[in-house]
């Protein structure tokens, strides 16, 4: 502000001055006018770069993963199978609960059809196999394979097995309730397997005068011992999930009450880790074994048809040929 010669109120330079203060206020009020528009914009800009920046994120993140229980889009091409993504997290879940969610031959080939979208899927980082109702699966339905040759049921047998052996990703297995047959036989496949405190865990085989799959005469033994592998494959011995958890079949055991919401939160955590890591860690520890894999499973599936068409469709044409064939070469 501009000094003047007189500074008492009501003199000619008190006035003087006070016409100084209004003129460079208006100035500047005029100023401000004039730059407020270009201001104005400038803000509006950063704040909607903000908002587009929020939009993307949550536009990215709508676009990888669905709510809970929303399917994907893949989903509606499955009869048995609910598929849905959340946060990184596909679930697969068998869908028949009518019938204990027995595995059909629609849902082999569907499951192994899930399982490679998962694989492919950029998005999946951590695919969970788990039942409806409160059953996890009750093994192969005893009605299958009336209309297949028996080579097509033991290929149909071999490529679903061999879907978990060759699969990249973190697979879990989310046992909800019983596990029987296929539902049982498969867990060491799994890179973790959480149970429900009342699951069981059963592999009636010899029982249903059928032999071992989804390649447990190698996976059994290397994890539970012989012992416990003659318990449970041979001589169809049940176990609940504390047993299952003791032998190493189960990664962990959790309250019923709790189950689905523990896990669950054990799932996103693990869907935040890097996928490359995973999947490079997984090969390390895996890949030594899928030759080995893949040879029992061969040689099970052939057995395992073998005893399912003598036991079931005895008459069923070309029962001696395949007996006898050599199914090597098939994996």
Not at 45 to 53: G, L, P
Not at 229 to 256: C, H, I, Q, W
């Amino acid at each position: 502000m501009l000094l003047t010669r007189s500074s008492k109120r009501g003199g000619r330079g008190y006035r003087w001055t006070c016409c100084m203060r209004f003129y460079w206020r208006v100035h500047h009020a005029q100023i401000a006018a004039r730059l407020l528009p270009s201001y104005t914009w400038e803000l509006k800009s950063k704040i909607m770069d903000k908002d587009n920046h929020t939009l993307l994120q949550h536009s990215t993140r709508w676009m990888s993963s669905a709510p809970p229980g929303v399917p994907t889009a893949d989903s509606s091409r499955y009869e048995h199978l609910l598929v849905t993504l959340h946060e990184g997290v596909r679930t697969i879940t068998f869908n028949r609960p009518e019938k204990k969610n027995a595995l059909n031959e629609k849902m082999f080939d569907e499951t192994v059809i899930a399982l490679q979208e998962a694989a492919d899927d950029p998005n999946t980082i951590i695919t969970v196999t788990t039942g409806s109702g409160n059953v996890f699966t009750a093994g192969n339905d005893k009605s299958n394979f009336r209309t297949l040759t028996m080579a097509q049921i033991r290929d149909l047998l071999i490529r679903y097995m061999g879907a978990f052996v060759d699969f990249p990703k973190p697979l879990v297995a989310v046992v909800n309730g019983a596990a029987v047959g296929a539902g049982s036989s498969l867990l060491p496949l799994y890179d973790a397997v959480y149970a429900t405190e009342k699951a069981v865990f059963f592999t009636p085989f010899s029982a249903l005068g059928i032999t071992a799959e989804g390649c447990s005469t190698y996976t059994f033994p290397k994890i539970m011992g012989p012992g416990q592998t003659t318990e449970m494959l041979l001589f169809n011995k049940r176990f609940s999930a504390a047993e299952a958890y003791k032998v190493g079949l189960v990664t962990e055991v959790f309250p019923d009450a709790t189950f689905h919401q523990e896990v669950q939160q054990r799932l996103q955590s693990m869907a935040k880790l890097p996928l490359k890591s995973l999947v490079y860690s997984k090969a390390l520890t895996r890949d030594i074994h899928k030759e080995a894999l893949h040879k029992v499973n061969v040689a099970e599936c052939q057995r395992v048809t073998e005893r399912l068409v003598a036991m079931n469709m005895p008459d069923k044409e070309g029962y001696q040929e395949f007996v006898m064939s050599d199914c090597d070469g098939k994996a």
